[in-house]
């Protein structure tokens, strides 16, 4: 201090009524060695001053009343040597408003402002002069009680190394665990703060109340308190680091967010590129404007209202997700759990997929997915890439389009294709059922067992396949299938173009392709309209088979009625043996055993051959044996046999007094040519056997005669050596001249009578029906005509 200063002076007062162009104050001291505050009671409207020191340390005091808004400022000035200690109450009298006082320029020293009331403050450049930026201390204190930070005071901190800011008037918390750079650490206190970091690093603590942290541009930690706490990330990105804050707001740079242990509930209000969750279980809302998302380590994910593009980062995830539209995996495994009450979403690249308790609709992108889903209900797959979709837990009801593979679950799994058509390969599904458009399924390798409905293709596997269809009836193309079951409806089949084996039940059409179609009939009895099949085995039962127009070639074994269409149809009987009642055929082969045909009653031109037992029903058939023995009984109708000269040992048969034609009708009897009476025989069965053996000796009684000699008492047989010629003229006149009277007769008197016109040989039955002797026409019945030997003898004739 200056030396001619007065020791004892307490004080003095200075004036001014208009601004001086300088005014110094100086403090007066006492003799004491402990400089004491001198208090200069000052009253001005405008005052520019300087104080300056004295040799030690010096306070001062202004007790007065400013009127701030008129008083420009005040130069502090100090040398590094000494601390000077500022302190003024601030405060506005007599003019409406508070007014601005700046104190600027103040190094190396230690600012106290203390008040009842501050509007603003504002510290800058704070520094020291020799630059190191150590010891420095910011502090705001107040009486006790609370203090409010409120949402109109702002507080910025920015920092450009490790320091410590505090807000006291609650305890700080604990220090955070040190990191290997240097962070800012800032907590709150339990009321409502809104904290800004700078471009550095910094840990926020919110503590209690609803707190809200813009963490700036730097690494930040924010750990929030029991509020509702926001952190608001910086403009130009970063990273954070997150616990226990309940909402995050991003930017428009790239915004990474990372949660640490343990658990937390976070919404993210928008803005945020990546979160990654800790081992703690992590659940996360998204905002409706925050868009699209990388996720890891996330538990539990709901979305927006809005459209949520998620991916899921590398390295696997499993998680459960609701309300969002686009989820993309990872490189990793991703098990996804849809929650809610029914999610529709577009899915890429997702491993494991469980639906919700709701409807799931799911359709996956182009990129193609390989992936395991269960409980969801609609499942389409993309326009491009193969998806391959494993249906999981106990059993599905679904719909899907588009999917190129589909293997079923280890429970009962029902499959329904969507109306856009397509072509997949199904495995392990019971129940499949196709949409309305074109539906090409291949089922798996290994074996399949299900139920079918609407599909236009289906193609086995390489392992036994077992299908049946449902209720509905179908039209559809069946190949490398093993067993086929038709439903309840009318099932039209075509059998694929490479051939196939196959059993069949309960179709009503089956048509056969280019290959060679081996078909065994099902269940216990089929009617079948069958085509182009070239190996056809009945079942246990009755078979009704109907070949179409298209003619055919084909070997059938096991079947009781087989009727050709229009067209060609050649038949071999198959196995060993057949029963069989046939129609319309052109050709029939029988088989290394006993085949038993019968035409129907519609009538045949066939051409037969190892038939060995060939019936002919009601109506005329004509009959070309080929080879072997045949057994050829032709009952009605007026049927032609042609035998095959000079093979085998034929066999044909009469069972009836009215086989052949009527009495006294020259037509209607049967015409058998290559009749070889060395090797074949004429057999006489049935009502005409016991007809013609009178004493029923189980023998005819035969006798060769010429006219007038036939005694009918006797004669079973009569073989007339008189020719009648012709057989068949008109009331067979002819056959009645050679026959004569009768030499003995009686009422009702019959015998068979073989008679030859030096050509063929005629069989016929004769009855002299009032017993007078001679035969009328009436009374006679043309059988058959017998061409290939000239004349029969008894030998050729027998009964049975």
Same mark, same amino acid.
């Given at each position: 201090?200056?030396?001619?200063?007065?020791?004892?002076?307490?004080?003095?007062?200075?004036?001014?009524?208009?601004?001086?162009?300088?005014?110094?104050?100086?403090?007066?001291?006492?003799?004491?060695?402990?400089?004491?505050?001198?208090?200069? /009671?000052?009253?001005?409207?405008?005052?520019?001053?300087?104080?300056?020191?004295?040799?030690?340390?010096?306070?001062?005091?202004?007790?007065?009343?400013?009127?701030?808004?008129?008083?420009?400022?005040?130069?502090?000035?100090?040398?590094?040597?000494?601390?000077?200690?500022?302190?003024?109450?601030?405060?506005?009298?007599?003019?409406?408003?508070?007014?601005?006082?700046?104190?600027?320029?103040? =190094?190396?020293?230690?600012?106290?402002?203390?008040?009842?009331?501050?509007?603003?403050?504002?510290?800058?450049?704070?520094?020291?002069?020799?630059?190191?930026?150590?010891?420095?201390?910011?502090?705001?204190?107040?009486?006790?009680?609370?203090?409010?930070?409120?949402?109109?005071?702002?507080?910025?901190?920015?920092?450009?190394?490790?320091?410590?800011?505090?807000?006291?008037? &609650?305890?700080?918390?604990?220090?955070?665990?040190?990191?290997?750079?240097?962070?800012? =650490?800032?907590?709150?206190?339990?009321?409502?703060?809104?904290?800004?970091?700078?471009?550095?690093?910094?840990?926020?603590?919110?503590?209690?109340?609803?707190?809200?942290?813009?963490?700036?541009?730097?690494?930040?930690?924010?750990?929030?308190?029991?509020?509702?706490?926001?952190?608001?990330?910086?403009?130009?990105?970063?990273?954070?680091?997150?616990?226990?804050?309940?909402?995050?707001?991003?930017?428009?740079?790239?915004?990474?967010?990372?949660?640490?242990?343990?658990?937390?509930?976070?919404?993210?209000?928008?803005?945020?590129?990546?979160?990654?969750?800790?081992?703690?279980?992590?659940?996360?809302?998204?905002?409706?404007?925050?868009?699209?998302?990388?996720?890891?380590?996330?538990?539990?994910?709901?979305?927006?209202?809005?459209?949520?593009?998620?991916?899921? &980062?590398?390295?696997?995830?499993?998680?459960?997700?609701?309300?969002?539209?686009?989820?993309?995996?990872?490189?990793?495994?991703?098990?996804?759990?849809?929650?809610?009450?029914?999610?529709?979403?577009?899915?890429?690249?997702?491993?494991?997929?469980?639906?919700?308790?709701?409807?799931?609709?799911?359709?996956?992108?182009?990129?193609?997915?390989?992936?395991?889903?269960?409980?969801?209900?609609?499942?389409?797959?993309?326009?491009?890439?193969?998806?391959?979709?494993?249906?999981?837990?106990?059993?599905?009801?679904?719909?899907?389009?588009?999917?190129?593979?589909?293997?079923?679950?280890?429970?009962?799994?029902?499959?329904?294709?969507?109306?856009?058509?397509?072509?997949?390969?199904?495995?392990?599904?019971?129940?499949?059922?196709?949409?309305?458009?074109?539906?090409?399924?291949?089922?798996?390798?290994?074996?399949?067992?299900?139920?079918?409905?609407?599909?236009?293709?289906?193609?086995?596997?390489?392992?036994?396949?077992?299908?049946?269809?449902?209720?509905?009836?179908?039209?559809?193309?069946?190949?490398?299938?093993?067993?086929?079951?038709?439903?309840?409806?009318?099932?039209?089949?075509?059998?694929?173009?490479?051939?196939?084996?196959?059993?069949?039940?309960?179709?009503?059409?089956?048509?056969?392709?280019?290959?060679?179609?081996?078909?065994?009939?099902?269940?216990?009895?089929?009617?079948?309209?069958?085509?182009?099949?070239?190996?056809?085995?009945?079942?246990?039962?009755?078979?009704?088979?109907?070949?179409?127009?298209?003619?055919?070639?084909?070997?059938?074994?096991?079947?009781?009625?087989?009727?050709?269409?229009?067209?060609?149809?050649?038949?071999?009987?198959?196995?060993?043996?057949?029963?069989?009642?046939?129609?319309?055929?052109?050709?029939?082969?029988?088989?290394?055993?006993?085949?038993?045909?019968?035409?129907?009653?519609?009538?045949? =031109?066939?051409?037969?051959?190892?038939?060995?037992?060939?019936?002919?029903?009601?109506?005329?058939?004509?009959?070309?044996?080929?080879?072997?023995?045949?057994?050829?009984?032709?009952?009605?109708?007026?049927?032609?046999?042609?035998?095959?000269?000079?093979?085998?040992? /034929?066999?044909?048969?009469?069972?009836?007094?009215? /086989?052949?034609?009527?009495?006294?009708?020259? &037509?209607?009897?049967?015409?058998?040519?290559?009749?070889?009476?060395?090797?074949?025989?004429?057999?006489?069965?049935?009502?005409?056997?016991?007809?013609?053996?009178?004493?029923?000796?189980?023998?005819?009684?035969?006798?060769?005669?010429?006219?007038?000699?036939?005694?009918?008492?006797?004669?079973?047989?009569?073989?007339?050596?008189?020719?009648?010629?012709?057989?068949?003229?008109? /009331?067979?006149?002819?056959?009645?001249?050679?026959?004569?009277?009768?030499?003995?007769?009686?009422?009702?008197?019959?015998?068979?009578?073989? &008679?030859?016109?030096?050509?063929?040989?005629?069989?016929?039955?004769?009855?002299?029906?009032?017993?007078?002797?001679?035969?009328?026409?009436?009374?006679?019945?043309?059988?058959?005509?017998?061409?290939?030997?000239?004349?029969?003898?008894?030998?050729?004739?027998?009964?049975?």
């Amino acid at each position: 201090m200056p030396a001619d200063a007065a020791p004892t002076e307490r004080g003095c007062s200075v004036m001014s009524t208009s601004p001086p162009a300088a005014a110094r104050v100086q403090p007066v001291y006492d003799d004491s060695p402990i400089p004491y505050i001198h208090y200069f /009671d000052v009253t001005f409207e405008t005052l520019t001053t300087s104080l300056t020191e004295g040799s030690t340390a010096d306070a001062v005091k202004v007790t007065t009343t400013f009127v701030k808004t008129t008083w420009n400022n005040i130069d502090v000035y100090d040398d590094s040597a000494r601390t000077l200690s500022f302190s003024m109450p601030l405060q506005s009298t007599g003019r409406a408003g508070a007014g601005d006082f700046t104190i600027e320029g103040v =190094t190396d020293n230690a600012l106290t402002i203390t008040g009842e009331s501050v509007r603003t403050l504002r510290i800058t450049a704070l520094q020291d002069s020799d630059g190191n930026e150590s010891g420095e201390t910011i502090q705001l204190s107040g009486r006790s009680g609370t203090y409010s930070l409120s949402s109109t005071l702002y507080v910025n901190l920015t920092v450009s190394s490790s320091m410590s800011i505090n807000i006291i008037d &609650a305890p700080p918390l604990p220090p955070p665990t040190p990191t290997p750079s240097p962070i800012t =650490t800032i907590p709150g206190t339990d009321g409502a703060e809104r904290l800004f970091g700078g471009t550095s690093a910094e840990m926020f603590s919110a503590l209690g109340g609803d707190d809200t942290i813009e963490g700036g541009g730097g690494n930040d930690t924010i750990v929030g308190g029991s509020g509702n706490d926001t952190a608001i990330l910086g403009r130009t990105g970063g990273s954070v680091t997150l616990h226990g804050v309940e909402f995050v707001t991003g930017d428009a740079g790239y915004d990474a967010v990372f949660l640490e242990d343990p658990s937390n509930a976070l919404t993210i209000l928008s803005g945020v590129e990546f979160l990654a969750g800790d081992t703690g279980v992590d659940t996360v809302t998204l905002g409706t404007g925050n868009g699209s998302i990388v996720l890891r380590g996330i538990e539990t994910l709901v979305g927006s209202t809005g459209g949520d593009w998620v991916t899921i &980062a590398d390295g696997g995830s499993t998680m459960t997700v609701s309300g969002v539209e686009t989820l993309r995996g990872g490189a990793g495994v991703d098990v996804v759990t849809l929650g809610g009450v029914g999610s529709t979403l577009i899915m890429a690249a997702v491993d494991v997929l469980t639906g919700s308790a709701g409807g799931d609709w799911i359709t996956l992108s182009n990129l193609g997915s390989t992936m395991v889903v269960s409980g969801v209900e609609t499942l389409r797959g993309g326009s491009t890439g193969a998806d391959v979709v494993t249906l999981g837990g106990s059993g599905n009801t679904i719909i899907v389009a588009a999917i190129d593979t589909l293997s079923g679950s280890s429970g009962g799994d029902w499959v329904i294709f969507s109306n856009l058509g397509g072509a997949v390969t199904v495995s392990g599904v019971e129940t499949l059922r196709g949409g309305a458009g074109f539906d090409s399924v291949r089922l798996g390798d290994g074996g399949n067992t299900l139920i079918v409905g609407g599909i236009e293709d289906l193609t086995g596997g390489t392992g036994a396949d077992v299908v049946t269809l449902s209720h509905i009836g179908h039209s559809m193309t069946v190949a490398a299938v093993e067993t086929l079951a038709g439903g309840l409806g009318a099932e039209w089949i075509t059998l694929g173009m490479a051939g196939s084996t196959i059993t069949v039940a309960g179709v009503e059409t089956l048509r056969g392709g280019n290959g060679v179609d081996v078909v065994t009939l099902g269940g216990s009895g089929n009617a079948v309209l069958l085509a182009r099949v070239e190996v056809l085995t009945g079942s246990a039962g009755g078979d009704w088979i109907t070949l179409t127009d298209l003619g055919h070639t084909m070997t059938m074994t096991g079947v009781e009625t087989l009727r050709g269409g229009s067209g060609m149809d050649v038949v071999t009987l198959g196995g060993l043996g057949n029963t069989i009642i046939l129609a319309a055929l052109e050709a029939l082969t029988g088989s290394a055993g006993v085949d038993v045909v019968t035409l129907s009653n519609l009538g045949a =031109t066939m051409t037969a051959s190892g038939v060995e037992s060939l019936t002919g029903g009601a109506a005329a058939d004509s009959i070309t044996v080929s080879g072997g023995n045949v057994r050829f009984q032709g009952n009605g109708g007026a049927d032609t046999l042609a035998l095959q000269t000079g093979v085998g040992a /034929d066999r044909i048969v009469f069972a009836g007094t009215e /086989d052949g034609g009527a009495p006294s009708v020259t &037509a209607g009897f049967d015409v058998v040519t290559g009749f070889q009476a060395a090797d074949d025989r004429i057999v006489v069965t049935g009502a005409l056997c016991l007809a013609a053996d009178d004493d029923s000796n189980g023998a005819l009684a035969a006798a060769t005669r010429t006219a007038g000699t036939v005694n009918l008492q006797n004669d079973e047989l009569v073989v007339l050596t008189t020719a009648a010629a012709p057989l068949d003229n008109g /009331d067979f006149a002819a056959l009645r001249a050679a026959l004569g009277a009768m030499a003995k007769t009686a009422i009702g008197a019959d015998a068979l009578v073989l &008679a030859s016109n030096g050509i063929s040989t005629g069989l016929y039955w004769i009855v002299d029906g009032n017993g007078d002797g001679t035969i009328a026409s009436g009374e006679v019945r043309l059988l058959a005509k017998f061409f290939g030997s000239p004349g029969l003898v008894a030998g050729s004739l027998a009964l049975e």
